[in-house]
């Protein structure tokens, strides 16, 4: 009579080492293959100064020396982040517009920031399309969908769809900003 199939206790410890080790090292691996918009050297991105803030998600900056061909002075539109509107030619201002015009203007008015492209550097309107970053790296883009002074614009693809659509679920659930009105 042949005998049932039987592991032996040490194939059972091999096995439960192994997806205690495969499991956390998988996990790291996914997490550092997602795109981070918080992981960039500043070094290589375009250093402005932010002359006005026309709204939360648009800004007018002043370019000393760059290679990417743009002007001096230049409306940059943030990329990935739509705010509600406050300066609309057939619009009246959105709830909560204001807010997010203001959170943009204190914290990048009349300040050196750093400019990141994506997959194209204008829109069709002449705006340059870019991610701000603060001098201590701070993404701008992500923090107004973060702290929910702005929605994930998806509309376009952009290399952190993924990360944006996350940070607005999270402010959505929290009713951070726009999402507690």
């Known amino acids: 009579m042949k005998k049932p199939f039987m592991i032996k ?23 550092n293959t ?21 709204d939360g998600d648009t800004i007018i900056v002043n370019v000393t020396d760059n290679n990417f061909g743009l002007n001096t002075r230049e409306r940059v539109r943030l990329i990935g982040v739509d705010t509600p509107e406050t300066v609309h030619p057939t619009r009246e201002e959105e709830p909560y517009g204001k807010e997010a015009s203001d959170f943009t203007k204190e914290n990048l008015e009349g300040r050196y920031v750093y400019l ?16 701000v970053y603060t001098e201590n790296g701070d993404h701008f883009n992500a923090r107004l969908v973060k702290e929910g002074f702005g ?7 952009f290399k952190y ?13 929290k009713r951070l900003g726009l999402w507690g009105l």
């Open 9 to 31: 206790k040490s194939g059972i410890f091999v096995l439960l080492i192994f997806i205690i080790i495969a499991f956390p090292v998988t996990y790291l691996i996914r997490e």
């Open 34 to 54: 997602l795109n981070n918009s918080n992981k960039v050297n500043l070094h290589n991105l375009l250093m402005v100064y932010v002359e006005r803030v026309v």
């Open 116 to 131: 990141d492209f994506d997959i194209e550097l204008r829109d069709r309107f002449g705006r340059v399309l870019a991610y």
């Open 151 to 157: 929605i994930a614009y998806l509309n376009y693809p």
């Open 161 to 173: 769809m993924d990360e944006f659509s996350r940070y607005e679920s999270q402010a959505r659930q």
